[in-house]
Each structure stands twice: as structure tokens, then as C-alpha cells.
């Protein structure tokens, strides 16, 4: 590694790890995030390094973070020509490298829905429909060399802020960008960096909440293993806008290989003088260290969180006063989560038009979605804010696999809620999104086909709140409790004609009297279920009947004989023999055999069993 660097030197490496990069030498972009790790990914990167230098180590191997498509993980990128290789395996590894700057591997392309094979990244609607801003890196990368982020730019909006702007100007840039918290809120990072900047005292604080808790979120976790000196550029810049000397990141231990990317990357940006004493010849200090988190969902609130830091019990404290006066160890303190910071640096560089010039006129930019559940193309996806859910799911996604049906879309985690199929027009926008009956949240979409119990879902959301509820205030503690209770007995059949009322008064108690966001937004899932899906609870409590046939306690499974194609995966799937079957014969289900284990209705491609 070479010695700290001015401003100048950070140019001159810039320049020389751009032309390093750009040598028309093949190079292959391998996936190395979390997702791609369980499908094979690092002994794929081992085969593929041997196999290059047994080829004559003419062709770059390179270990990237998460490149986006997670569904057809392990993934490569061939350079030049951009051509993607889906679920490479290690034995495949002869074949990829011979393959650099040749002919294809025609088996190891994406295939379109017709089955043609499509070779460039840029004809895949997946990749074709997305606009990458904070995810502009990935996948072409290595996180763990500090020149590749210096070869895309990283760190130049921090030396901009430096020496050409004052941190008063770097506040309105980031006012004037528009740029809203990605955390969930939605609160204005510009104002909530002008609130710290404006309030006095000698030290103050930047936090960066890394403490990724949603059910089906994997957005920052993402980007902490794939760029994390852009989050590091975006705290520097908050700490020169508020004069700030010390942070911290604030990362769940669960997310290691985030960790470990993260330590690496502050040991590399210490040692070239972007973190410490003087930096870039600046004057300017600036320090920060990695704290984990046990994995507390209610660590995801700001005050916990700082608690937490403290070393006190994660449990939030009324506000106000609110953190940027009175924060962290009682100093001013600007916390952003990882997605926020990840944008700061390219819209100090490039300017605020750039981000304001994209999006609604409320809600600018782009927005990373982590896009799971009954969808072919599970990943990481950033598109314009304003764009609408149907594209996220129907056009990047691939819709729903098989031949089912999207019922709903679980927006914002459990803090969310839940907009269904014929809502899907609405527009990735905060107000929006709120008016539908949902959150925008920090970013999780889960999809959910024709076979989802709304009741069930709501349940499994308010199991989960209920767990991580911190029971320091009673409306959350004791309010959640009473709501998983109805939803539960609903779901096992012994509903009651008043049960959706006290659901609805209890959804009421919690939201005004909790103490932090976890309760006040606790009952969401409930209050977007039983508005857009209340006939499924009155099916519940009045008829004893699941509609979608997931609630076990209610279901009684027979086969239509009408509908019946005596196909017998119904058999084939029966765990306990329960399916009596005989081929060009309907098949008949042996109710003591039964354990309602939902395997034949699952399996049965024609709804036949009921």
C-alpha cells in the first residue's frame, strides 16, 4: 500500500487504477456476496483462479460482492462484453476461462421466459430496467481493494467537500438533492444534518445503522459486502457537514462477511490517510470503528441503538430531545442507515440536480429494493423512485413462477403492510406507498402468490414484532401479545364474531401509545390485511374456512374428480401414504392417514384438491 495521500495523489491513483482496470485484458467478475457463497461461489472462484493461471494467467480473476441477480447465483460477468454466466459451477470454471474474449458458453447464459439464450447484461430486463446509483458498483468491484473503489470514483466527492465546499454548503447540497432517510422514515437526510450542524458543543457523533433486521431484507447487508468505502466517503462527508470527529457503524454480528469487508476496508482507508488524523492534507479529522450488535430487532431504532453503543440494554427513550441534540452519550449526533450513506458521495460530487432530477418531486433518486418471496427473479434491485410495484414485480422480477397468481405484496417488513394485486399500478413513492395502506420501510418486497392466508401472514408478522418487542412500554409489550393471541386462535379455527373489532382497538392503543417506531407500526400488517383482505378473516371466524387453504387446523383436503388429471404428484409428494393412487385412476386421500401437511394441495398443478 502506498503512503497517505493529498488530493493530488488520490487523482494520480485514481487515473492509475482506472487504466490498470480498463486494459483490454479479459477479466472475470466473479459473485462473492452472502447469497452466492451458499450456492458454491467461493470453491467456483478457487477453480476459476487455478484454471486462469494453468491457462497462462492471461485472464483476471476477480472476487466481486453481490452482483443483483441472486435467483441464478453463483453468477459470472465476462469483461469485455459483458456477457453473464447464471449458476457456474466449479467444474464449469475450464470452459468460463477458455471462453474469455471468445465464444460463449452457450449453457451457462440466461435464458429469456421463450428459452432463447441472451448473452449481454444489457438485453436481460432484470439488469435492462434497473437504474444503479447507490448499487453502481456492484458486481465490477473487488470490495476488498480500496483502488478498484478509487478506480470508480470513491472518495472524490469527500475530497470535493474538502476543499471546495464548506460544510454549510455541503448541508444544502444535500437539502437541495432532496434525499430522504432510506432507513424507513423517510425524514430529510439534509435537515437532519443541518439540526446537528446548528446545535453546539465541541463533539459530536455519525452513526451509520447497519442493524438490518427485516424478515426478507438483505439491501445494506449487500452493500456493506460490496462498496463499503462508499458508505465510508458518505460518513465522512456527514462528519465534515456537521463537525463531527468520531463514528461509529453499527452492524448486526450475524452479517460476518459485512464485518469483515468493513474492517478491511477502514484498515485500507486509515492506512492511505482517508480516515484518522489530517486527512487528505486537509486539517480535517475524522475516526470511526465497527460496533456489533447482538441482532435486536429494536436495536434498528435510533435511540436503542445509541444505547446500545453506550453499553446500556437496547431500549428506546422518548423524544424529544431527538438525537441531532442530544444523541450519543447526550452529543449531537446525525445517524443514517447504510443505503443513505452509500448515495452521499456521488451527490457531492456530481451535484445535488443529479439526484433531484430523478424520482418524484417528493421522493428524488433511487430506491434499493430486496425483492424475495413467490417471485422467479429473487435479488437486490434499485430503480427510480415513482416507479411502480407491478414493474418490480412483474418486470424485473418475472413475476410469479408457475402458473399462480400475485396476490399481494408485503411492503416494508413487519413495520409495513400489506397492498394487494389490483394496487400494484401504485408508484414507488413515500406518500404513495402510505396512501395504499403500506410503508416504504427500509426496503423489503415480498411477494405472495393466490395460495397466501392474509390471516396467517399477519400472524407471522406480529409473532415476530411480539418477539423482539423490548416490553419496556405496555402498549407494545402487552398490546402485541393480545393481537398474535386473536390472530392465532382465528387461524386455528376458534375465531370470534368480535375478535376483528378488538383487533382493530388494540391496532389503536399500540399506534398512539407506544413509546418507539416498533409499536407504533406494529399493527400494520393487521390494519393493510383486514382492510384490503377482510373477507378472509370473516371466512375464518364465520365458516371455520381457510380460502387459501394454508391454515391447517381448518382444511379437510378431497380431490375433484372433475378437475383431476391423474398426473399423481399428489402421491408422489404424500409424505405418510395418506394419497391412494393408481395410474389413468382419480386419486382419493385416506382422511386417517391425513396429517394435513399441506404436500398434495401444494403439489397438485391443477387445484383439483380442495
Known amino acids: 500500500m502506498s503512503a497517505r495521500l493529498d488530493r493530488a495523489a ?135 481493494n480500496i483502488g478498484h473503489a478509487v478506480a470508480h470514483e470513491a472518495y472524490q466527492g469527500l475530497a470535493k467537500a474538502l476543499f471546495d465546499m464548506t460544510p454549510e454548503r455541503v448541508v444544502e447540497e444535500v437539502r437541495a438533492s432532496g434525499l430522504r432517510g432510506r432507513g424507513g422514515a423517510g425524514f430529510p437526510t439534509g435537515l437532519k444534518w443541518k439540526f446537528a450542524a446548528a446545535s453546539p458543543g465541541d463533539v459530536k457523533y455519525v452513526l451509520c445503522n447497519a442493524d438490518e433486521g427485516d424478515p426478507g431484507a438483505f439491501m445494506d447487508r449487500s452493500i456493506l459486502e460490496s462498496d463499503p468505502h462508499a458508505v465510508l466517503e458518505g460518513m465522512l462527508i456527514a462528519a465534515v457537514a456537521i463537525g463531527s470527529r468520531h463514528g461509529y457503524i453499527y452492524c448486526r454480528s450475524e452479517y460476518p462477511l459485512a464485518i469483515h469487508r468493513l474492517t478491511v476496508a477502514i484498515g485500507q482507508a486509515r492506512e492511505l490517510g482517508l480516515l484518522g488524523g489530517n486527512i487528505l492534507g486537509s486539517g480535517f479529522s475524522f475516526d470511526l470503528e465497527i460496533y456489533q450488535g447482538a441482532g435486536a430487532f429494536v436495536c434498528g431504532e435510533e435511540t436503542a441503538l445509541m444505547r446500545s453503543i453506550e453499553g446500556r440494554r437496547g431500549m428506546p427513550v422518548p423524544r424529544p430531545p431527538f438525537p441531532a441534540q442530544q444523541g450519543l452519550w447526550g452529543k449531537p449526533t446525525v445517524l443514517n442507515n447504510v443505503e443513505t450513506f452509500a448515495g452521499i458521495g456521488a451527490i457531492i460530487r456530481l451535484g445535488a440536480a443529479c439526484h433531484a432530477g430523478v424520482g418524484t418531486e417528493g421522493s428524488t433518486g433511487t430506491k434499493v429494493f430486496a425483492l424475495s418471496g413467490d417471485v422467479n427473479n429473487i435479488g437486490l434491485v434499485e430503480v427510480d423512485m415513482g416507479t411502480p410495484l407491478s414493474v418490480l414485480v412483474n418486470d424485473i422480477g418475472g413475476g410469479v413462477p408457475g402458473k399462480r397468481k400475485c396476490k399481494a405484496v408485503q411492503l416494508g417488513g413487519p413495520s409495513g403492510g400489506s397492498i394487494p394485486a389490483h394496487l400494484l399500478d401504485t408508484p414507488v413513492d413515500y406518500e404513495a406507498i402510505a396512501k395504499a395502506g403500506a410503508i416504504m420501510g427500509s426496503g423489503g418486497v415480498i411477494v405472495m402468490n393466490d395460495r397466501t392466508c392474509m390471516v396467517d401472514m399477519a400472524r407471522f408478522f406480529m409473532d415476530f414484532i411480539q418477539d423482539e418487542s423490548c416490553g419496556k412500554c405496555t402498549p407494545c409489550r402487552e398490546g402485541t401479545r393480545r393481537q398474535l ?126
Open 10 to 144: 488520490l487523482t494520480a491513483m485514481r487515473d492509475r487504477e482506472r487504466a490498470a482496470l480498463e486494459t483490454f485484458a479479459p477479466r472475470v467478475f466473479c459473485c462473492s456476496g452472502t447469497g452466492c457463497h451458499a450456492t458454491g461461489s467461493i470453491p467456483l472462484i478457487e477453480a476459476l483462479r487455478q484454471e486462469a493461471a494453468r491457462q497462462g494467467g492471461a485472464v483476471q480473476v476477480i472476487e466481486t460482492g453481490c452482483n443483483g441477480f441472486c435467483a441464478l447465483g453463483p453468477v459470472v460477468i465476462m469483461q469485455p462484453g459483458g456477457v453473464l454466466y447464471c449458476r457456474v459451477r466449479a467444474e464449469d470454471a475450464a470452459e468460463v476461462i477458455a471462453s474469455a474474449g471468445g465464444r460463449p458458453v452457450e449453457r451457462l447464459l440466461y435464458r429469456d421466459p421463450d428459452g432463447n439464450a441472451v448473452a449481454g447484461m444489457d438485453s436481460i430486463p432484470f439488469f435492462a430496467l434497473q437504474r444503479p446509483w447507490i448499487l453502481r458498483n456492484k458486481g465490477r468491484i473487488d470490495p476488498e
Open 485 to 610: 393471541e386473536i390472530l392465532t386462535r382465528i387461524c386455528e379455527g376458534k375465531g370470534e364474531p368480535g375478535d376483528l373489532r378488538a383487533l382493530e382497538d388494540l391496532a389503536a392503543v399500540v399506534t398512539d401509545a407506544s413509546l418507539c417506531g416498533l409499536g407504533q407500526t406494529a399493527s400494520n400488517p393487521i390494519l393493510s390485511a383486514l382492510r384490503h383482505f377482510r373477507d378472509e378473516f370473516e371466512a375464518h371466524i364465520a365458516e371455520k374456512r381457510c380460502p387459501a387453504k394454508r391454515c391447517v387446523a381448518l382444511l379437510k383436503f378431497e380431490v375433484d374428480e372433475e378437475r383431476c388429471r391423474k398426473c399423481g404428484l399428489c402421491f408422489k409428494a404424500c409424505p405418510t401414504g395418506a394419497v391412494e393412487w393408481a395410474k389413468k385412476k382419480t386419486a382419493r386421500i385416506d382422511r386417517e392417514k391425513c396429517v394435513q401437511c399441506l404436500a398434495c394441495y401444494t403439489a397438485c398443478p391443477f387445484d383439483c384438491i380442495e
